[in-house]
């Protein structure tokens, strides 16, 4: 038994949090019963009213509330599991979203083909665990290695600038960070794709990329663009991009910075032009990698509890509003 989303919990603060406000509430009405003074005037106006059922309405509501909680926070038990053997590699795939890669030299923009040639990679990687880092001037680690080939995809399709909000290309972090993903204590089975236009020059990336090497890391990198280079159209001023002098950006395909990258760790580079060749000839050098069996086990289904917590909530809050705050007059 588990919570799935045990993160809710943080609901329960509204219980201590209506108990001082129900205290709160009975001290001032003392407060106005004394203020009025006339103790049998007191009675005959409050005679009807209950403590008992008021006390009673109050402690539905929390009981109602902390069965939501619950319920939001969803109790679950494991379902039957298959175990599955399987020959694979870990692939980190390292994409940047940097605005260059909005460059439409190649259609329809660089990264809408970069995402192209990953989802027809993601497909032919099934034995594979894959994960997703994205970078830009920053890097951020959009997905750890998984499985899950069906949320690679998602995430590659959502894959764009906005995501990174720091504007350049610096691989050495980005390669850094993937290097630090996988079992530092093995010294193979291990692959970096790494999909740029290496626009801009980042003197550590050879360091990084030597780190890698020594670690047993392969980094296949492809390269996006033309040497003739194009315009970058801003995609909220729709207008062309321009520098610090006002001068119109063109940004060109550093095939140089991707070549030694890859040399340094025994992989290839390759230039993204015809989308079957590139996938074919990097699925062949990750096919080349050795392999070690990874065993997974997948749960076919969960028994998820919350519908109980909500439904009884929802009985509780349904009697709370049938208890009258007013004494049963008695015939």
Not at 288 to 315: C, M, Q, T
């Amino acid at each position: 038994m588990q919570f799935q989303h045990p993160e809710n919990f943080i609901g329960f603060l509204l219980i201590p949090l209506l108990i001082l406000l129900f205290y709160r509430l009975i001290g001032w009405k003392k407060k106005l019963v004394k203020k009025i003074g006339d103790p049998t005037l007191v009675s005959q106006l409050v005679k009807s009213f209950s403590p008992q059922n008021f006390t009673t309405k109050f402690i539905l509501v929390c009981i109602a509330l902390l069965l939501l909680v619950l319920g939001l926070a969803n109790l679950r038990a494991k379902g039957s599991a298959e175990n599955i053997s399987r020959q694979g590699v870990d692939v980190m795939i390292v994409l940047d979203v940097s605005k260059s890669m909005l460059a439409q030299d190649v259609k329809p923009s660089r990264l809408d083909k970069a995402k192209q040639l990953l989802y027809r990679l993601v497909d032919r990687l099934q034995n594979d665990r894959i994960g997703l880092i994205l970078f830009a001037g920053r890097s951020y680690m959009q997905m750890p290695l998984t499985t899950d080939h069906s949320a690679a995809k998602l995430y590659i399709s959502e894959a764009g600038p906005n995501a990174v909000p720091t504007q350049g290309t610096v691989f050495a972090e980005a390669l850094a960070m993937a290097n630090n993903s996988f079992n530092r204590n093995e010294h193979k089975y291990k692959a970096v794709v790494l999909i740029s236009d290496g626009e801009d020059h980042d003197p550590d990336a050879a360091k990084i990329a030597k780190q890698m090497a020594d670690d047993g890391v392969m980094v296949n990198t492809v390269g996006i663009g033309s040497a003739e280079g194009s315009i970058i159209i801003d995609p909220e001023t729709k207008e062309p991009k321009k520098d610090d002098k006002g001068n119109t950006v063109i940004s060109k395909l550093n095939e140089q910075e991707l070549s030694s990258i890859s040399d340094l760790t025994n992989g290839i580079y390759i230039h993204l032009d015809n989308l079957e060749d590139a996938t074919l000839t990097l699925s062949q050098r990750l096919d080349s990698i050795e392999k070690r069996a990874l065993s997974d086990s997948e749960f076919i289904n969960y028994k998820n509890y919350f519908p109980w917590f909500i439904g009884l909530a929802a009985v509780l809050l349904i009697l709370e509003l049938f208890i009258p705050e007013r004494k049963r007059k008695i015939a």
